[in-house]
């Protein structure tokens, strides 16, 4: 029960952060029109910032994947 309730739970953090993904890049390709045709730095880079909003979900679909992996005890120890 608790491992179908702990993939669930995978599926649901990806889907989420998949969403944010889109999300924010949209959201940084808009500002960075707007910041470029307003010759507004400040809105340029918070289109930046939005693209790094994009890259922390990448690391938490990521994270979330590796969570997930078995461990495998016959490997645990050797470098």
């Known amino acids: 029960m608790a491992e ?14 998949a969403i944010g993904i889109v999300t924010n890049v949209l959201l940084a390709a808009f500002k960075a029109v707007i910041g470029v045709l307003s010759s507004s730095i400040t809105i340029v880079l918070d289109a930046v910032n939005n693209l790094s909003d994009a890259l922390s979900s990448i690391i938490t679909i990521v994270g979330t994947k590796l969570a997930g992996k ?7 120890y050797h470098f």
């Open 4 to 17: 179908q309730e702990s993939i669930h739970r995978s599926k649901e953090i990806v889907k989420v952060s």
């Open 70 to 76: 078995t461990v495998n005890l016959s490997q645990l």
